[in-house]
């Protein structure tokens, strides 16, 4: 998009059972995206089946949100995010895992990420979470930068060791 062209409007709402397609679609997108950064990052066969199986119960539990933008013609982003409860040896601060979040790139530094991260920590705070927690692929420099920018700070480096060529 040009920084000339007009920007459509953009309307964030919870998603329903009639955003499935669209949301999945933009999962998709995201893995896509994840995938070429990173090859490690590869979905299963069955992924997309398995997240549509499962998106019609996180849309009806209260302790999941999906948000979802869209403009009129058609979604262009979402976050979805989860109650999350740490390990049993430490202590219990109550937390929100994002699940994910992704913008389509034609999208992207208009300030939607931005709003769904605001929008999940109201959600966060109202569901008494204390903490948000995410991952980020290390090779995507850009989510990087963006949580930065949110006042993340680094909590645990997940590696791999490649055992067979």
Known sequence: MEPDDEIEDITIRRADSKDMDAVCGLWMQLADDQYRLDDRFALSDDARTRWRNDYPLWIKDRTQLILIASTNTGAVGFIHCRRF?????????????????????????????????????????????????????????????????????????????????
Not at 111 to 138: P, T, Y
Not at 145 to 164: C, D, H, K, N, Q
């Open 85 to 165: 409860a740490p390990g049993a040896m430490f202590v219990d601060v109550p937390e929100v895992y994002v699940e994910a979040i992704f913008v389509n790139p034609e999208y992207r530094r208009m300030g939607l990420g931005r709003e769904f991260l605001q929008m999940a920590r109201e959600w966060s705070m109202a569901i008494g979470a204390e903490r948000l927690r995410f991952n980020i692929l290390a090779r995507n420099a850009d989510a990087i930068r963006f949580w930065e920018s949110e006042g993340s700070e680094p909590a645990m480096i997940m590696a791999t060791i490649t055992l067979v060529d």
